[in-house]
């Protein structure tokens, strides 16, 4: 079945370490997206790619970065500079030809620095 | 910049009854879609109901349904005879036009997490 995965989905890491959350999906898509949750802040856009090697910066950029040297792939990295890292991040993908598309999504990554 | 209210953090439901979830945007686009989608405990985003903003016709999936005013800029969820299913967290959804960058952005409100009662 075609899909988003997410991993790991739980990860622990020390202050000032950077981490790299993983998202790969198999569903042909060339937009995808990475968002951040928290409580009461609902979800929060922090950078969305169109194709291979281009991408843009959402609302919240500040301390992450992100590649995409294939069509399936989109990592995060959580940079030291991130000064509230401690969230849960949500990975999605569309297909912007499809004008009634909708957005996929991942099950997510919980991040908690320790 | 457009944006996404949703002013009720917190609903509650008889089951079987009726509820209905608040949800306001701004925007100065002609041409955008709405979503409503669910979030489980397990997290997983689902979605619920899709509107496309040049349809007057109100959108339909079953049990959900939406009340979309336009020129008012508000897109409520009604949720008819509820199930213990249901409960969960509800964010409605903005999709802008094309962006310069060739893509659509969405953006998301802050959530209504819907508790059923038994």
């Known amino acids: 079945d075609g899909g988003i995965t997410q991993s790991p989905k739980y990860l622990f890491r020390k202050e000032g370490q950077n981490v790299t959350l993983s998202c790969e999906q198999n569903?042909?898509?060339?937009?995808m997206y990475w968002y951040r949750q928290d409580p009461g802040q609902g979800l929060r856009l922090i950078y969305y790619?169109?194709?291979?090697?281009?991408?843009q910066k959402g609302d919240i950029a500040e301390g992450y970065s992100v590649s995409r040297e294939k069509k399936e792939s989109f990592p995060l990295t959580v940079t030291s500079a991130q000064k509230n890292p401690t969230a849960f991040y949500l990975c999605?993908?569309?297909?912007?030809?499809?004008?009634?598309?909708?957005?996929?999504f991942g099950e997510g990554s919980r991040l908690t620095v320790l | 910049a457009q944006t996404v209210t949703q002013s009720q953090p917190e609903m509650s439901v008889q089951e079987a009854e009726t509820v209905t979830l608040s949800c306001t945007y701004d925007?100065?686009?002609?041409?955008?879609?709405l979503f409503w989608y669910k979030q489980p405990p397990s997290r997983q985003m689902i979605l619920v109901i899709r509107q496309e903003a040049y349809k007057q016709q109100n959108a339909t999936e079953n049990r959900f349904s939406v009340n979309f005013q336009k020129a008012a800029k508000s897109f409520s969820l009604k949720i008819s005879d509820s199930q213990l299913g249901d409960a969960a967290m509800y964010f409605c959804a903005y999709r802008t036009t094309f962006t310069t960058s060739g893509t659509y952005k969405y953006i998301f409100g802050t959530g209504t997490r819907l508790k059923v009662l038994a």
């Open positions: 999605a993908s569309s297909r912007p030809g499809l004008r009634t598309g909708e957005l996929f």
């Open positions: 925007t100065s686009e002609s041409d955008y879609y």
């Open positions: 569903l042909n898509h060339d937009a």
């Open positions: 790619s169109q194709i291979v090697n281009d991408f």
